[in-house]
């Protein structure tokens, strides 16, 4: 499958980003870089997160577990969008 990020789930990895990056550049570096991967590998599983709310797809980041990716599968075009990137420590 492919995997394609919809424009709010990029501004979410931006200010993720710059947010910690004022105190910690490395960190703000691994963690956008672990976040990537992780979307990148719903590629191979698409169904590994658990059904979110109006029908998308919630998977908590293994590394780092207060992240959450927010997508939809489509499973006939063949595409897994991430549609948001969220702290769990944030309300919806």
Same mark, same amino acid.
């Given at each position: 499958? &492919?995997?394609?990020?919809?424009?709010?789930? +990029? #501004?979410?990895?931006?200010?993720?980003?710059?947010?910690?990056? $004022?105190?910690?550049?490395?960190?703000?570096?691994?963690?956008? /870089?672990?976040?990537?991967?992780?979307? $990148?590998?719903?590629?191979?599983?698409?169904?590994?997160?658990?059904?979110?709310?109006?029908? /998308? #797809?919630?998977?908590?980041?293994? $590394?780092? +577990?207060?992240?959450?990716?927010?997508?939809?599968?489509? /499973? #006939?075009?063949?595409? %897994? /969008?991430?549609? +948001? %990137?969220?702290? &769990?420590? #944030?309300?919806?």
């Amino acid at each position: 499958m &492919q995997v394609d990020w919809a424009p709010e789930a +990029r #501004r979410d990895l931006q200010s993720i980003h710059e947010f910690l990056r $004022r105190d910690n550049p490395d960190a703000a570096e691994s963690l956008v /870089t672990v976040i990537d991967e992780a979307a $990148r590998g719903l590629a191979a599983f698409p169904l590994k997160g658990h059904k979110g709310l109006d029908g /998308t #797809r919630e998977w908590v980041i293994p $590394r780092f +577990r207060h992240y959450l990716l927010i997508y939809d599968v489509e /499973t #006939r075009a063949g595409i %897994v /969008t991430i549609l +948001r %990137v969220w702290h &769990q420590s #944030r309300h919806r």
